[in-house]
C-alpha cells in the first residue's frame, strides 16, 4: 500500500511540474506591475531573491514552488487586468517607480550616522552606512544623479575663443568623428558625459581640485553605469542585470570567496646568475581599463560535460591544468596554486593555457576540460564603453588634467570590482563577468612578461595586474611612457653584488 502511495505523490509532483507558466519577460512584467520587487515576492515563495531573477531571466522552477509561482503569477495578472479596467486612462502602473532593489542589504553591515553623510551611490545625504560606505537602504530614498550646477549662472563669454587651455585645443583639433553603425558621426553630436560632469563639479567647487576630485570618485559608479547605458544604445545584445548564475559562482560564505580561480600571478624567480643586477620595476597602465575586451557570455550560462572547447562561447570551466616546467624563468600561467587537482578557472585563463600548448609556443600540455558553465560570447561587449573611457583618459593625461584621470581610474576599477554581489552597484550583478575582467588583466600580465623573456630580458617578478620586473634594456621592448599601450617606471634596485660572482666560482683565480 505504501508503494501505491508513493506513486500518487510522485504522480501529484509531476503534475505540478506541467503548470504552464508565462514567459520569462511576463513575469517580470507581473511583478514590477505590482511593485513588488523581487526580495518581496522571494519572501513569500520561501527563495532567494536570486533565485526569482533567474526564474526571470529564462529558468523554469520545479516542484511545488512551480506551483506556488504560477498561482502568484495568475493572481497578478488578474490584479493587473482589474486596475487597467478600472483606470484604462491612466498609465500602466511602475511607469514612473524606482526599480526596488533585487538584493536585501546585509543588516550585519549597516550602521547609523551620526550625522548625514552623501550617499555613495547618490550623494544625497544617508543617514546609513554600508561596509563603511554611507547609503540609503531603501534604493527609493536615493535621488537623480545629476551633473551638479553653479549655484548662479556664469556670465556669457565671448564665443570666438574657449578661454580654458582644453576647450581651446578641442577647438582647435578640427572634426573627430566616431562609429555609428555603418556610418560616422562628428564627435561633438555625442554627449560628453565625462567632461560635462569634470565641468559641473569644478564649477560646483570653484575649481577646488582637491574637493571636485573627492566627489566625482563618490559618485563613480552611478556614472559609470550611466556611461554604460549610453555606449550600450543601439547595441545588439540587452544586458541581463541579474541572470541566475551556478552555485560555484556563489560565496561559500558570509565573509568567504566563490569556487571560480582567477589565475593571479604572485611569482619571484627563484634564483638569479651570479653577480650584480640592476631591476626595474615596470607598472603596466590601465590594466583593467585594457581587461574590459575579453569574451563575455551574453546570456545566462549554461552547463556542459566534455573535453571540448568551443571559441564561440565563454564562461567558466572545471580543467585539471597542464604541468608547468618553467617556473625558474616564466610564471605559471594559473597563478601560485600549491592544491593539485581540477580547479575553477576562467576563459581568460583556459584560452592562455590552451593558446601556451599550440604549435607556436609549445611550452605546455593542453589542459583537461571536465565541465562548463558558458554562454554565446562576444569580445566587443564593453568596447565602445572601453574606447570612451579610455579616449578620456588619454586626453587627460595631455592636458595634464588630473581630476579627470582619477575620475576616469576610478570609474573603470570600480565597475569591475562591484559587478559581484555588491551593494554600491545595484544596476549590474555579473559575478562571473568580474571573474572574466580580472582573469584577463592576469593574462595579459602573463604575456608581457612573456614577451619581455622572449626579446631577452629576465623576468624577475610578476605581480597582480600591472607589475613586472626585468634586467636588462626594457625600452627596447616596452614603449614608456602613461598611455595605456605603455608603461612606466615604479621602482630601480640592485640585487646581488660583484663579490657573488667570487663567492660562487671556486675554480677562478686565487
Known amino acids: 500500500m505504501r508503494d501505491f502511495e508513493a506513486i500518487d505523490a510522485l504522480l501529484a509532483s509531476t503534475a505540478r511540474d506541467r503548470a504552464v507558466l508565462p514567459s520569462a519577460e511576463e513575469r517580470r512584467a507581473r511583478r514590477e506591475g505590482l511593485h513588488l520587487s523581487r526580495a518581496q515576492l522571494a519572501a513569500a515563495l520561501g527563495v532567494s531573491a536570486s533565485t526569482v531573477g533567474g526564474w526571470e531571466s529564462g529558468r523554469e522552477p520545479s516542484g511545488e514552488v512551480r506551483e506556488k509561482y504560477a498561482y502568484f503569477l495568475e493572481g497578478a ?13 491612466t498609465s ?20 547609523t550616522l551620526p550625522a548625514p553623510q552623501p550617499c555613495v551611490l547618490c550623494g544625497q545625504p544617508a543617514h546609513h552606512q554600508v561596509e563603511g560606505f554611507p547609503q540609503h537602504l531603501d534604493p527609493a530614498d536615493c535621488g537623480p544623479v545629476e551633473p551638479a550646477q553653479p549655484a548662479e ?47 559641473a563639479v569644478l564649477a560646483q567647487y570653484a575649481g577646488d581640485v582637491e574637493a571636485a576630485t573627492a566627489a566625482l ?5 552611478p556614472d559609470a553605469m550611466a556611461l554604460l547605458d549610453a555606449t550600450r544604445k543601439g547595441g545588439r545584445y540587452d544586458i541581463v542585470a541579474h541572470p541566475w548564475l551556478p552555485d560555484i559562482l556563489r560565496k561559500q560564505s558570509a565573509r568567504g570567496a566563490d569556487q571560480i580561480w582567477e589565475a593571479r600571478p604572485k611569482w619571484t624567480r627563484p634564483q638569479l646568475p651570479a653577480g650584480e643586477h640592476e631591476v626595474t620595476a615596470l607598472d603596466i597602465n590601465g ?15 549554461e552547463h556542459s560535460t566534455g573535453d571540448h572547447h568551443d571559441r564561440r562561447r565563454a564562461g567558466v570551466h572545471l580543467i585539471t591544468p597542464p604541468a608547468w616546467e618553467h617556473d625558474a624563468v616564466l610564471p605559471n600561467p594559473i597563478g601560485n596554486r600549491d592544491e593539485p587537482g581540477p580547479l575553477w578557472v576562467t576563459e581568460p585563463t583556459l584560452r592562455l593555457l590552451l593558446r601556451l600548448s599550440g604549435p607556436k609556443y609549445g611550452l605546455c600540455d593542453p589542459p583537461e576540460i571536465h565541465e562548463s558553465w558558458t554562454s554565446g560570447a562576444t569580445e566587443g561587449l564593453l568596447e565602445k564603453f572601453r574606447i570612451v573611457l579610455k579616449d578620456a583618459r588619454d586626453r587627460a593625461i ?17 565597475f569591475v570590482s562591484t559587478l559581484g554581489e555588491s551593494n554600491y552597484n545595484r544596476e549590474l550583478y555579473r559575478t562571473d563577468w568580474m571573474h572574466l575582467i580580472r ?30 620586473h626585468v634586467t636588462g634594456d626594457w625600452r627596447a621592448v616596452f614603449p614608456e611612457g602613461r598611455g595605456v599601450a605603455e608603461v612606466k617606471v615604479k621602482d630601480v634596485y640592485t640585487v646581488g653584488t660583484s663579490q657573488d660572482q667570487a663567492a660562487q666560482d671556486p675554480d677562478g683565480p686565487s
Open 77 to 89: 495578472l488578474t490584479k493587473l487586468d482589474a486596475a487597467a479596467t478600472q483606470t484604462a486612462s
Open 92 to 111: 500602466e502602473p511602475g511607469d514612473d517607480e524606482p526599480a526596488e532593489a533585487d538584493h536585501a542589504l546585509d543588516t550585519n553591515d549597516v550602521d
Open 153 to 199: 549662472p556664469a556670465p556669457p563669454k565671448e564665443p570666438q575663443q574657449p578661454a580654458h587651455p582644453r576647450q581651446r585645443a578641442r577647438a582647435e583639433a578640427g572634426v573627430k568623428v566616431v562609429p555609428v553603425g555603418r556610418r560616422v558621426q562628428a564627435a561633438s553630436d555625442t554627449p560628453d558625459l565625462i567632461g560635462s560632469a569634470v565641468t
Open 217 to 221: 570618485v563618490k559618485r563613480a559608479i
Open 287 to 301: 590594466a583593467y581599463l585594457s581587461a574590459l575586451k575579453t569574451h563575455l557570455p551574453i546570456g545566462q550560462l
Open 398 to 414: 595631455a592636458e595634464d588634467d588630473e581630476v579627470t584621470l582619477e575620475y576616469v581610474k576610478q570609474m573603470y576599477s570600480k
Open 439 to 468: 582573469s584577463q588583466a592576469f593574462a595579459n600580465l602573463w604575456m608581457k612578461a612573456y614577451r619581455a623573456y622572449d626579446e631577452g630580458l629576465m623576468v624577475v617578478r610578476a605581480m597582480g595586474t600591472d607589475e613586472l
